[in-house]
């Protein structure tokens, strides 16, 4: 089992910056993939960006390519989301998630653990 706790959401007005944690906990941070993806009020869950565990690649949706960052520190088993440039669109609840890399492709949208969320808010 992995745990994961995300922190840093709350309020932001539009044009601002703010930067997503994700605490993991559990079995050895080493050979997940780390994601993150977000839900808005009646929306399905979207992805939003992912870091390899292998190489260190990212990927990005379409819609915060350019203006989010995801990065991890693998000695503080943490994960982050960098966002800048936010519009009030990107409101929503973010959730880190993680999954074996030695079981889903690089290109599959599969998580197997999942944080509660972390409420953003981008005010016009």
């Known amino acids: 089992q992995v745990q994961l706790v995300e922190s840093g959401g709350g309020v932001v007005q539009a044009g601002g910056s703010a930067r997503l944690s994700c605490a993991a906990s559990?079995?050895?941070?080493?050979?997940?993939?780390m994601g993150w993806f977000r839900q808005a009020p009646g929306k399905e869950r979207e992805f939003v960006a992912a870091?390899?565990?292998?190489?260190?690649?990212?990927a990005y949706a379409d819609s915060v390519k350019g203006r989010f960052a995801i990065s991890r520190d693998n000695a503080k088993t943490q994960v982050y989301l960098q966002m800048s440039s936010l519009k009030p669109e990107d409101t929503a609840v973010y959730y880190c998630?993680?999954?074996?890399?030695?079981?889903?492709?690089?290109?599959?949208?599969?998580?197997?653990?999942w944080g509660q969320g972390t409420q953003v808010t981008v005010s016009a």
């Open positions: 998630a993680a999954r074996n890399a030695y079981v889903y492709s690089w290109s599959a949208l599969q998580y197997d653990y």
């Open positions: 870091v390899s565990w292998s190489d260190g690649r990212t």
């Open positions: 559990g079995r050895t941070f080493s050979g997940y993939d």
